[in-house]
């Protein structure tokens, strides 16, 4: 899976929680809070691509449809 992010104007974190003990994996994503704190409102936007790594191998180029 690859995960897309249009730029805004706050800067991100990908967050990814991966648990050996019980196997499972979460993302998120956490805002770093700008010296003058946040204004308004905030809206980020990601985007998840699923991919056949038998089609394409993970490189800077993403696979077509991505």
Not at 46 to 65: I, N, Q
Request: hydrophobic content about 35%.
């Amino acid at each position: 899976m690859i995960v897309r992010h249009v730029p805004g104007p706050y800067r991100i974190g990908l967050w990814i929680d991966a648990d050996g003990y019980s196997q499972t994996t979460a993302s998120s994503v956490a805002f770093l809070q700008p010296n003058e704190g946040f204004r308004g409102s905030v809206m980020e936007r990601e985007t998840l691509c699923f991919y056949d790594s038998t089609t394409w191998t993970p490189s800077l180029a993403t696979p077509a449809g991505c």
